[in-house]
């Protein structure tokens, strides 16, 4: 899963390397012949060799720790791909198999109507979880192709963060009232559907992440110096320092694949911090004081002339 990009620089650094031994074994072998002549009119030549010679060992040292860095980086991501496609198959598993248990049911069971409905409502729940399952890995995949929709426009951020809380919610199935939402004022110039992607990723996993009762909270305002800050606080149990700015790469999640008792493939935070990027904006993570938890703070340019800013995001034009 390694892509060719990826691997072109240890094949070019490799290559290198091993030029370079075999420049550096001439040269040792040149430097001992004249060292056994102890010829005057070679002198010259031979502190000219041993001065290269010299050189080309310290690049031949900063080579095998540059591949030896590189090496660790492949192999880290090899691990993490390796998570993605466990939760991959688990994500795609679990309902493929409770819905071939409902149509099982349905097909060989008499049953009320209350309870067909219940596992028609059911498989409904499991055709989403599939649906958004797909949704992810394909915008994980445009990110890298440069292949967007929609175009860029000023949004208001507060509605659209009202339509992204009520998203989360229903698919959470909890009430709308977990989602508290402070918000004032404030645009931004983008594409609609990169703004939602940011922050419907970012409250869901704070609503997945959060405590029992589960309790968000978003502010957004501007700044004041050409910003628009949104901060996304949750009740959960936190993301330790020295793991804060890990959980943003491609395929990360914290932990091991088998000990985790939440859904998800690694990609939700990493969309959402390369969106941010694009729109050169800066994404943070804070603990929640007091207690425990975990603050996204999110921080875009403000868009200066909001005139025909939409009021109400557009569901049709949202992802």
Known sequence: ?????????????????ITLLVVLTVGWVTLSVLSALKASRFAGWYWVLLTVGTTFIVMLLVGVILYLVLSVKAIN????????????????KSPISSMKLYLQTLSRRQIGEAERAQFYRMMLDDVDRLDRLINQVLDAGRLESGNRDGT???????PLLQHCA???CTHYHVPLEVIRLE?????????PGDLALIFRNLLDNAVKYAGTPPAVLVTASATGKGAVLVRIADNGRGIPPRLRDKVFGRFV???TELERDKPGTGLGLYIAHTLVRQLRGRIRIRGREPGPGTVFEVELPADADPVGADDCPQAARLP
């Open 166 to 168: 009520e998203t989360v």
């Open 183 to 191: 918000l004032q004022a404030c645009h931004v110039r983008a594409r």
């Open 152 to 158: 860029v426009e000023s949004v208001a951020v507060p």
């Open 1 to 17: 899963m390694i892509s060719r990009r990826s691997l072109r620089l240890p094949i070019i650094l490799a290559i290198v390397m």
């Open 77 to 92: 991501l090899n691990r993490r791909q390796s998570n993605f496609i466990d939760s991959v198959t688990h994500e795609l």
């Open 253 to 255: 999640r914290l932990g």
